[in-house]
């Protein structure tokens, strides 16, 4: 089975500020990592996924995440936050190989301030 | 890219009676699609797993008597809240697999706010 761990409930950041969102995983087996964003009241919107290859994986809109195995972590980033960045952000993991559910950790609510 | 319908946005039903949710997958074939619970200010729970043309898969503590899921097609997976109570007030999120993405899709519907007075 795995878990996530979501460090954080809340981040607040002002506007052009750099934000770190800290994620922690616990798997037997090889995993794909992803970060979510959900704004109030709707569903959740893909902001990047790892899967393989380069551990540092990129978002169009400016978020990064590296993926350091030997800490399970998957902590995202972004050098300089807007208002609209505003929303609760979730990290989410599936056992690579065959399993297909994703365990999602508690969500950190990011509140940009001007 | 990827769309998933989750109807309606938003109900309110009375106590007693039962409300079906329904998700889509726009333009792709979805042999499994994923119900979710959130309660405020909370983390997304698994409910159940819906496979297309079988029997869904519950998670422990989920009532499979309560909280029907019918995959009849390869796009269209129901959840239906029978005799809702108060308690099942909630937001319900749907979530599709893409199978034939070798990039592991899963795309969320837009969630379903239930009040049940």
């Known amino acids: 089975a795995q878990s996530v761990t979501q460090l954080d409930s809340q981040v607040p950041v002002f506007e052009e500020a750099p934000v770190e969102l800290r994620c922690n995983y616990s798997s037997s087996v090889s995993v794909y990592l992803f970060w979510y964003v959900q704004y109030p009241n709707q569903g959740l919107q893909l902001l990047l996924k790892?899967?393989?290859?380069?551990?540092l994986v990129k978002s169009i809109n400016g978020f990064e995440a590296e993926f350091n195995k030997s800490q399970t972590s998957f902590h995202l980033r972004k050098p300089s936050v807007h208002i609209s960045d505003t929303a609760e952000y979730f990290c989410?993991?599936?056992?690579?190989?065959?399993?297909?559910?994703?365990?999602f950790g508690g969500g950190t609510r990011v509140l940009v301030k001007p | 890219g990827a769309v998933v319908s989750q109807h309606p946005s938003r109900v309110i039903c009375k106590s007693g009676t039962s409300v079906k949710i329904e998700c889509r997958s726009l333009d792709f074939q979805a042999t499994t699609m994923f119900w979710y619970r959130q309660f405020p200010k909370q983390s997304l729970m698994l409910m159940a797993t819906s496979n297309e043309g079988s029997k869904a898969t519950y998670e422990q503590g989920v009532e499979k008597d309560k909280f029907l899921i019918n995959h009849a097609s390869l796009t269209l997976s129901t959840l239906t809240v029978t005799s809702a109570h108060p308690e099942d007030s909630s937001f319900y999120i749907c979530?599709?697999?893409?199978?034939?993405?070798?990039?592991?899709?899963?795309?969320f519907g837009s969630g379903t706010r239930l009040t049940v007075v």
């Open positions: 979530s599709a697999r893409d199978t034939k993405q070798p990039n592991y899709g899963y795309t």
């Open positions: 790892y899967l393989s290859g380069s551990t």
């Open positions: 989410a993991v599936t056992p690579g190989a065959a399993g297909n559910k994703l365990t």
